[in-house]
């Protein structure tokens, strides 16, 4: 079977609903969409269309008040708590704006706690952090501390990081952010080169024209709905 004949991810009526005081914020409001498997998606909106609220539930980081969610058939609804932890670190992979990195641990400590988190055995959690090292571009600067290294670079660890634990599924939040448009291109490369090479599906919410040059396909979304 073809790597695109299987469905990544499926959402069923989706909804997700906030309390701010007495005020009721519908940040999903039926959300039903498929992505293919093996492709580089951006989802795009305005500040408050309900993309990082969708990227939660997809990632099981948040659960739908009603609807769906399914990630290569994995129905997260009947996870329980632990379960759905379990999962998320075996299957799911996040890159985020701020990077998320840990500032006393180097580099490849900060890769490597992922696999030490899933219970990797030592020779093959270090094998792995080399490789996802080398893949990002940044082998050479394994021992160095984030607070060293730009902000394309830090964003190549995090990037390293999300791919440790072999995840069907990356999700990325504005992963460019936080970036000039020189190294968000090339970020964006690198995105594009890994869904072809490790042949990972890739979600990434963005404001970035740019991205339209990388990606497979683009979905909308505003007012919490897929336009």
Not at 30 to 59: D, I, M, P, W, Y
Not at 181 to 190: F, K, N, P, R, Y
């Amino acid at each position: 079977m073809e790597t695109r004949d299987v469905i990544a991810v499926e959402t069923e009526n989706l909804a997700r609903t906030y309390r701010r005081g007495a005020q009721e914020v519908h940040a999903l409001r039926g959300v039903n969409l498929k992505l293919e498997a093996g492709r580089f998606v951006a989802l795009k909106g305005r500040s408050g269309s309900g993309k990082t609220t969708l990227l939660n539930c997809l990632g099981g980081l948040d659960r739908p008040d009603a609807g769906t969610v399914r990630v290569f058939g994995q129905d997260l609804s009947t996870l329980g708590d632990a379960q759905l932890t379990r999962w998320r670190r075996e299957r799911v992979g996040f890159v985020f704006q701020s990077f998320g990195l840990l500032p006393t641990l180097s580099v490849y400590e900060n890769v490597a706690l992922a696999l030490r988190l899933a219970g990797a055995r030592n020779r093959e959690r270090h094998a792995r952090t080399l490789y996802c090292l080398d893949l990002v571009g940044l082998g050479k600067w394994m021992h160095h501390r984030p607070y060293e290294l730009s902000g394309g670079q830090q964003q190549r660890v995090g990037i390293a990081r999300a791919l440790a634990n072999r995840p069907e599924l990356i999700l990325a939040d504005e992963p460019t952010g936080e970036l000039d448009s020189v190294t968000a291109g090339d970020i964006l490369e690198l995105f594009r080169r890994i869904v072809e090479q490790e042949g990972v599906t890739l979600l990434m919410t963005s404001h970035d024209a740019r991205v339209d040059e990388y990606v497979d396909q683009i979905l909308h979304l505003r007012d919490g709905q897929i336009a």
